[in-house]
C-alpha cells in the first residue's frame, strides 16, 4: 500500500530565502504527484501536478520535481514571503485512490 | 467555472441525528471521494466513487455512508453520528480513478458533533 512521508513535519525560514520541502513514496509505481497548500482551517489549493512522464513542473515561485526510481519529490519555493506560511501537502495517485503525506507547516518570517 | 462545491460548509449537531452533506462538481468528473482530515493524522479517505452507482470505501467508512446516483452529486451522509466524527470534511473529484488526471477540492465542511 501507498505511503506518503513528508519532512519535516515543521519548518521556519526568514524571508527571502530559498527553501525546499521534501515528499518521499514508496510505490513508484505512481501516475502524478500533486502538491497542495492549505491555510490553516482552510481547502485545498492545488499547486503542481507533475505527472509520471515529467520530471519537474513550474509555477512562478515555484518548482517541484519528481523521480519515481528514489521514490521522492520535493517542492522548491524561491525568495519566501510571509504569505508563503502554510501547510503544504504532497499526495501521490496510482493504481489506488489518493494517498497524502501529513504536509510540511512552514512559516516565513518577516 | 469549474468547481466542487459542498454544503453546508459549518455545522453544529447531536449526537444521533441524521446528516447529510452534499458535494457536486460541474466537470463532468467520473471519480468522487470524501475525505475527512484530523489534527496528527492528515487526510484519509472515507469512500470514494469511480462511476454512478459505482462507490467503494476507502480507509476509514464505519459510521458513514455514500451514494452516487447522478454523476455530478456525491453525498455523505452519518445516520448517526458521534463525537468522534468531528472532524474537517473534503469531497474531490477527477476526471477519471487513477490516471495522469488532478484532483479538484471543495471548500471543506466542518462539522462538530457534541
Known amino acids: 500500500k501507498q505511503e506518503v512521508t513528508q519532512i519535516p513535519a515543521a519548518l521556519s525560514v526568514p524571508e527571502g530565502e530559498n527553501l525546499v520541502l521534501n515528499c518521499s513514496f514508496t510505490d513508484s509505481a505512481i501516475y502524478n504527484l500533486q502538491w497542495f497548500r492549505q491555510d490553516p482551517g482552510k481547502g485545498l489549493t492545488s499547486l503542481l501536478l507533475?505527472?509520471?512522464?515529467?520530471r519537474e513542473q513550474t509555477s512562478g515561485r515555484l518548482n517541484a520535481s519528481l523521480d519515481k526510481s528514489s521514490g521522492r519529490s520535493t517542492l522548491y519555493i524561491a525568495a519566501s514571503q510571509p504569505g508563503d506560511s502554510a501547510t503544504y501537502l504532497c499526495?501521490?495517485?496510482?493504481?489506488?485512490?489518493?494517498?497524502f503525506g501529513k504536509g510540511t507547516r512552514l512559516s516565513v518570517i518577516a | 467555472e469549474a468547481q466542487v462545491t459542498q454544503n453546508p460548509r459549518y455545522l453544529i449537531t447531536v449526537t444521533g441525528k441524521k446528516l447529510t452533506v452534499t458535494c457536486s462538481q460541474n466537470m463532468n468528473h467520473e471519480y468522487m471521494s470524501w475525505y475527512r482530515q484530523d489534527p496528527g493524522l492528515g487526510l484519509r479517505q472515507i469512500y470514494y466513487s469511480m462511476n454512478v452507482e459505482v462507490t467503494d470505501k476507502g480507509d476509514v467508512p464505519e459510521g458513514y455512508k455514500v451514494s452516487r446516483k447522478e454523476k455530478r452529486n456525491f453525498p455523505l451522509i452519518l445516520e448517526s453520528p458521534s463525537p468522534n466524527q468531528t472532524s474537517l470534511y473534503f469531497c474531490a473529484s477527477s476526471r477519471f480513478f487513477g490516471g495522469p488526471y488532478e484532483q479538484y477540492f471543495g471548500p471543506g465542511t466542518r462539522l462538530t458533533v457534541t
Open positions: 507533475i505527472q509520471s512522464s515529467q
Open positions: 499526495a501521490g495517485a496510482g493504481n489506488t485512490p489518493l494517498v
